[in-house]
């Protein structure tokens, strides 16, 4: 029903930059809150940083004042601005959104609250 592709990853040396994009797709009525996760090698995936609807955003402490989150409402896109990367930053990195779906193809329609995770997008930064 709804659909979160991710872009914008791939290899990047240590102090540069690289930014990744989220647009979700499919039956939406509404999003509230959008954001990213990572998951690096042997390790637990988590949060990175997320956006409300209205524009209040939360940072994890390690990429505080160098990563930036932002979206377009009217697009139901999230972006992820990415500055002074550390190799510590490697990750696959993953768009989630708590989406509002709806469904009209049995009748009345009907809405349901839903997490959706998109597939992930690898970031490398090289030392």
């Known amino acids: 029903q709804v659909q979160l592709v991710e872009s914008g990853g791939g290899l990047v040396q240590a102090g540069g930059s690289l930014r990744l994009s989220c647009a979700a797709s499919g039956r939406i009525f509404s999003i509230n809150a959008m954001g990213w996760y990572r998951q690096a ?74 997490e959706v995770w998109g597939q992930g997008t690898l970031v490398t930064v090289s030392s």
């Open 41 to 114: 090698p042997g390790k637990q995936r988590e949060l990175v940083t997320t956006i409300t609807r209205d524009g209040n955003t939360n940072y994890a402490d390690s990429v505080k004042g160098r990563f930036a989150i932002s979206r377009d409402n009217a697009k139901n896109t999230v972006y992820l601005q990415m500055n002074s990367l550390r190799t510590e930053d490697t990750a696959v990195y993953y768009c989630n959104a708590s989406v509002i779906g709806y469904s009209d193809s049995d009748g009345p329609r009907s809405y349901k609250y839903l």
